[in-house]
């Protein structure tokens, strides 16, 4: 049974009359996770609300309530009958709610109901599919038969490191996933804890959402592990203007205008594939996406270069046609973009070959260094906010600081004598 907590100024009502009549609620943490509050009015009875924590730093505030909907009242003028009327004591098992652990919910019951809801939550497309691919190859074969209630710690952090440890998968031709061993190096080791972070943050989101639904009595074994740490610190490949124009050109004839698209749009392969000509407003120098990757539709801006290309490729062809199509006429398809941009880089002679997506992140970057805020970006980018594109480019960004130092350092004008010779 959770224990009671202690409050010297909520559990009495004479504790909660000598408090300030105020608007914002008065917080007490019960469980990690959850707080009850009690908002004090400036006449009448208090009321009791719960907080509860939802992840990504974002919390929930609602008021307590009877089975007819009506608001659950504090106990500071008549006496709690348990029901409409409770103590402090009765609130925090309300805020609680019922318990019904059962011994054979287990992690697959879990991550099944947690899947259920991101749909009904109406969680982007992309998002649930991630999260479905990550239950299906990474949680499931592992853990899908332990159970909640004796789940641990230690077997949490097993799990976790041999993710960080097995080799990088790949999905065959027919669907299937088979493992790919790459090889070891610091930024495929980075790039593995990566993996297992994100899907730790699957996992542990399934099975907070059991602890909230009261599918298990308490959440400490999961609480206690930590994802790694410094390892969203990959270093963001891009091409210069001349590395840029020189894949261009080394394209093929089909092929180029894509490359030419992202580099003025930033746009990623899968939404390019999808423009209609409907979607580019001549007029206002714009490129509609309908659909990104976060399931929202975003405007980009296009230059004046970029908005003469989207002409000359959308001149008198219908609102319907698609921009970008194949030698035969018919649309690209996922995945068609990695042999064309192998050969093109072969061409151009940059080594090693990039993939599609760095033509997105060197229009990212191309605007950075030209001191284009991040918010702006973010927005050109369909970034959700801008944490993901400080990330990434602030470091290319012109700065107060990086200007003060290299206008305020001296040049030591330090000669190296051409005589010396290292040792051997």
Known sequence: MPRKVRDANLETRTARGRLKAQHKPYFRLIEPGLHLGYRKLPSGPGTWL???????????????????????????????????????????????????????????????????FLESDGRSAHSIRDARYRVEALILPQLGNAKLATLTADQLRRWRDEIAKAPARIRTRNGEQQKHRKTAGDDTKRARHATANRTWTVLRAALNHAFHEGKVESDIAWRRVKPFRNVETARIRYLSVTESRRLANAADATFRPLIMAALQTGARFSELARLEVADFDAEAGTLRIRQSKSGRSRHIVLSA????????????RASGALIFTRTNGQPWQKSMQA?????????????????????????G???????????????????????????????????????????????????QSKKIIPLR
């Not at 061409?347 to 992140?361: D, E, G, W, Y």
């Open 50 to 116: 719960v907080r509860r924590y939802v992840g990504e730093g974002r919390y929930t505030v609602e008021n307590l309530r009877t089975a007819d909907g009506t608001f659950v009242l504090a106990d500071d003028y008549e006496d709690a009958d348990g029901e409409r009327t409770l103590s402090f004591t009765q609130a925090q098992r309300t805020a609680r709610g019922p318990r019904h652990p059962t011994g054979a919910y287990t992690v697959a019951n879990a991550v099944a109901d947690y899947l259920q």
């Open 305 to 316: 270069e970029g908005r003469e290309l989207f002409v000359q490729w959308c001149a008198g």
């Open 339 to 363: 042999r064309p941009m192998r050969a093109a880089c072969e061409r151009a002679r940059i080594k090693p070959a990039i993939s599609f997506h760095i033509l997105r992140h060197t229009h």
């Open 365 to 415: 970057s191309v605007l950075a260094m030209a001191g284009v805020p991040m918010a702006v970006i973010a927005e050109q980018l369909g970034h959700a906010g801008t944490r993901m594109t400080e990330r990434h480019y602030s470091h290319l960004s012109p700065s107060y600081v990086a200007d003060a130092i290299r206008k305020g350092l001296p040049a030591f004008d330090i000669k």
